[in-house]
């Protein structure tokens, strides 16, 4: 069994059930969910069996903390490619500031807040699985909504032509 250090007890289960877990996800993320059980768990993880079921008692137990552990990291990165997003404007005054060409700023800040939002309604998307792609779910129309941003006022593909003439210029 792999040593955990800890300073304390509470630090130590802590350590240990983030291990646990760690281990799902990655069973979760190459063969489903179908390889998520606590013996292959306890396995990648290094831990006894015995260990997997002090924290999760059942499988589906494990396979719930899997899940919300994927939905809590899907979360974080949408957060942040939305506070990125979220101002462009204030994004390309700051590059104008800086000396930037204003052309190739706002061509940057456009294509960096399309492609923000396609990948994070990409992931949306990919969370309600199948019923993602059925009209009148909002997630459909979301995606969308956001593919047709990387296409109006200019491509990107065009808008990054623009970047790079400007750098070799």
Not at 6 to 15: F, L
Not at 121 to 126: D, T
């Amino acid at each position: 069994m792999p040593k955990i250090d800890a300073p304390t007890v509470v630090e130590h289960h802590a350590r240990r059930r983030a291990a646990i877990v760690s281990a799902a996800v990655d069973l979760l993320g190459a063969d489903g969910a179908g390889a998520v059980t606590p013996a292959a768990v306890a396995a990648v993880a290094g831990l006894a069996r015995s260990s997997v079921y002090l924290y999760y008692p059942s499988t589906g137990a494990l396979v719930g903390a899997a899940v919300e552990e994927v939905f809590r990291r899907a979360l974080a990165d949408l957060t942040e490619a939305m506070a990125g997003a979220r101002t462009p404007e204030a994004r390309v005054t700051a590059y104008v500031d800086a000396g930037i060409d204003a052309a190739m700023a706002s061509s940057m800040a456009k294509c960096f807040a399309s492609d923000a939002a396609v990948a994070q309604a990409s992931n949306a998307v990919q969370i309600f699985g199948g019923s993602g792609f059925i009209r009148g779910y909002e997630v459909e129309r979301l995606y969308r909504d956001a593919k047709i941003t990387q296409i109006y006022e200019g491509t990107n593909q065009i808008q990054r032509v623009i970047i790079a003439r400007k750098l070799l210029e």
